[in-house]
């Protein structure tokens, strides 16, 4: 009798043991460029939450899930990364995403997470519509800074620093670069400074008109609200007119491309703003870094630690909900907002609308190599707080 | 605006119009040669154009540069290896993805799909060729690339040494082109071909090679012009045809597709159209409308062109097609 419940009990226990290594699979996704023009930083995000989740992952399949990492290609387009997030909501075990590089591209497809609850922890995007909508304030968060302080902070640089008069803001029509483009020109124009607004379509690359023209008017500054991929040749072209000016940015230039397309030879009196602390400056970051380099080979640039910080986010939010069983999306939305631990990109935490309470945004002079580029000034802000939209 | 801007500006708006409405017009053959003969777009034509691109600047960059050669130089031989991979590429796409559907009597609208499907397959074989993590391919700039940084003026106009090599090499390829096409046989046999296909192999015309030989020189023209393109713009990847392409189509449409010196005609017209309203609509109206209007104006234009000129500008003046 005793051998036969003790058998039983064997059987039991096996069987338990069995089921808790078979909760079932939990998906986190990642949504960037994997292709395109802007492809090098939307890869280094990825490759930053694959970082995270073999460090990491842990956290969740020791409680008994199968942990899988569900890579998305949104092209910087906001059309695919809407596309893409269609698919994600259907696909019951994607419990968080990652992303987007973009915010034109992270705002759309957060309106499609915000349907069925799905956690959007974002790494790079800027734009303060990315946490100020009332439609998607319990999914979206970031943990970068936002662009009514990044454009303000490069206009006060480039009017009390570089002692510009006559600005030329050029964006690139976009929701990041017409945001960051108006922030910029109500802080520069508050400071006195005159600016030319121009729009330039992000696939644009022939800038003659706007070049020749600025031949003609003499700017003082140009400031160009956009992406390295349209920079780097806007740089390049600018400077083959045979204009010295100094050209300054947001953070949408922080990518070794910047120096790539826009010629090692040009990088004199370049300058950006960016909300990506350079890994130069993280102590935090120097382990990251070494097996980042080592993993993938390739220099972890820009936004590659915010994209392994936002994973550990969602791993240590699902890890929490997780407890009790497989979490609902909402669970984990929610869990997020409690995350609270040091990051190697700073102290994480969010306020009640997915901000930092605190964010770092730093002003970066370009060097001719990538991993030369100087920081100038590192400020820590605390987070406006505008009314919802 | 001040008089002084407006006229200021117009020399060297000119001049930038100009050169890129001679890259649009250098692409714009392969639309308008091909047509000429087969009477189907070639979609596939705007990444042949990439290939020849990317292809120019790994050949500069990775064999040319260490060289030590004078760019210019360097630059030729890109140019020519180039013209050739592309024009090859293009005759490969009319033997695998063309002469099947025409040797079986396929609808046109047939093999329009399958050189969409090629240009697709073009564009992500490049991708993967180049490593999607990284696809910006620069034009080399640093050292004695500092040639084409040079500025020549004239006093009304200061011209960049890049705009001047554009417009010579393209001078010297459409010469050739209006030699080979009007006065050799095998541009005789092109233009017999053009007319009447089956006319043109009773008088002993090797149709399928005159096919060929439209696809190589248009795809070699092509590849020069994705050269060009990355030497005044800086850059190729996978994805710079689509727009050049797109425009370049369109200024054959609107010079006459299927005539020669209507691509010529309309690239110019194009280019110039294009950089005038982008600079010129700011300025009349004090940054209102900014530059990035500047299609509008001129596919605006091109809609009102085409109302009037439904054949193109020189769709209907001349006889022959190509």
């Given at each position: 009798m ?20 078979n ?19 939307g ?63 992270a ?29 998607t ?18 206009a ?9 008069k ?17 922030a ?32 003609a ?28 000016q ?5 953070d ?5 491309d ?33 097996r ?23 791993i240590?939010?699902i ?15 929610a ?20 901000d ?26 605390a ?5 919802l939209? | ?16 119009g ?29 990444e042949?154009?990439?290939v ?53 009597n ?15 397959l ?13 696809p ?6 640093a050292?004695?690339y ?8 004239l006093?009304f ?10 417009f ?31 006319t ?18 248009g ?11 990355a ?7 996978p994805?710079m ?13 609107l ?30 109206t004090?940054d ?33 097609k190509?």
């Open positions: 005793k051998k036969r419940y003790l058998g039983l009990a064997v059987l039991a226990a096996l069987a338990m043991g069995a089921e808790a290594q909760k079932g699979v939990i998906k986190i996704a990642s949504q960037t460029p994997l292709s395109g023009g802007q492809s090098k930083l890869v280094a995000i990825s490759n930053g939450v694959r970082q995270a989740i073999d460090d990491e992952g842990k956290l969740i399949t020791s409680l008994g899930y199968k942990l899988e990492y569900a890579p998305f290609d949104d092209q910087a387009k906001s059309e695919q990364g809407v596309a893409n997030a269609n698919r994600m909501i259907n696909d019951n075990d994607i419990l968080g995403v990652v992303g987007h590089l973009n915010s034109g591209v705002i759309p497809s957060s309106e499609v997470y915000a349907r069925v609850g799905l956690a959007m922890v974002s790494p790079a995007n800027t734009n303060p519509l990315v946490t100020d909508r009332k439609s304030v319990n999914v979206a968060s970031r943990i970068c800074g936002r662009d009514d302080v990044q454009g303000p902070a490069g006060d640089f480039i009017v009390q620093t570089l002692k510009a006559k600005i030329y803001v050029i964006n690139d029509k976009t929701a990041y670069g017409e945001g960051l483009a108006a910029f020109d109500a802080r520069a124009k508050a400071l006195g400074a005159t600016t030319t607004p121009i729009g330039i379509e992000a696939s644009e690359r022939d800038f003659a008109s706007v070049l020749n023209r600025a031949a008017e003499k700017p003082d500054v140009v400031y160009y609200a956009g992406i390295y991929d349209q920079g780097g040749p806007l740089l390049k072209q600018m400077r083959a007119k045979g204009l010295k100094p050209f300054v940015g947001g949408g230039l922080d990518g070794s910047l120096q790539a397309l826009g010629g090692p030879e040009n990088m004199k009196n370049v300058y950006f703003t960016t909300t990506a602390v350079p890994l130069s400056s993280l102590p935090a970051a120097k382990s990251f870094a070494e980042y380099n080592k993993k993938f080979d390739v220099t972890a640039e820009g936004y590659a630690a915010y994209g392994y910080d936002s994973a550990r986010v969602i240590r939010a890890s929490s909900a997780a407890r009790k069983g497989k979490p609902s999306r909402e669970a984990v939305a869990a997020v907002r409690q995350v609270k631990f040091q990051g190697i990109t700073g102290p994480i935490s969010f306020n009640n609308r997915g930092l309470p605190v964010a770092k945004y730093v002003i970066v002079s370009a060097q001719a190599d990538y991993n030369d580029n100087k920081v100038n000034k590192i400020v820590t802000v987070a406006p707080t505008p009314d939209k | 605006m001040s008089a002084e801007l407006f006229f200021g500006l117009l020399p060297i708006t000119v001049v930038d100009l050169s890129i409405g001679l890259m649009y017009a250098m692409i714009a053959l392969g639309y308008t040669m091909v047509y000429g003969v087969l009477e189907f777009i070639n979609f596939a034509h705007s042949i154009f990439m020849g691109a990317v292809v120019g600047v790994e050949l500069l960059v990775n064999l040319l540069v260490p060289t030590g050669l004078h760019p210019l130089f360097q630059l030729v031989i890109a140019i020519v290896v180039a013209a050739a991979v592309a024009g090859a590429l293009a005759v490969a796409i009319e033997r695998v993805a063309y002469r099947p559907l025409r040797v079986r396929a609808p046109k609208l047939v093999p329009l799909i399958s050189a969409i499907g090629m240009s697709l073009l564009i992500d074989v490049m991708r993967l060729i180049l490593n999607p993590a990284n910006n391919r620069p034009f080399p700039t050292g004695s500092d040639f084409f940084s040079q500025q020549l003026d006093g106009v200061a011209i960049n040494f890049k705009t001047i090599t554009v010579v090499v393209v001078m010297l390829m459409l010469a050739g082109l209006v030699y080979l096409v009007n006065y050799t046989n095998l541009g005789r046999a092109i233009r017999a071909v053009a007319q009447d296909q089956s043109s192999s009773l008088m002993g015309i090797n149709v399928s090679n005159i096919i060929v030989l439209t696809f190589f020189i795809g070699a023209l092509g590849g020069v012009a994705g050269v060009l393109y030497l005044k713009y800086g850059v190729a990847s994805v045809g689509f727009i050049p392409g797109l425009k370049a189509f369109t200024a054959a449409v010079g006459g597709i299927g005539s020669i010196p209507g691509a010529v005609v309309g690239g110019l017209i194009l280019g110039l159209l294009e950089t005038l309203a982008g600079t010129y609509l700011p300025l009349m004090q209102q409308i900014g530059t990035e209007y500047k299609d509008i104006v001129a596919f605006g234009l091109l809609i009102a062109i085409l109302i009037f000129k439904p054949a193109g500008l020189l769709g209907k003046a001349v006889a022959e190509v």
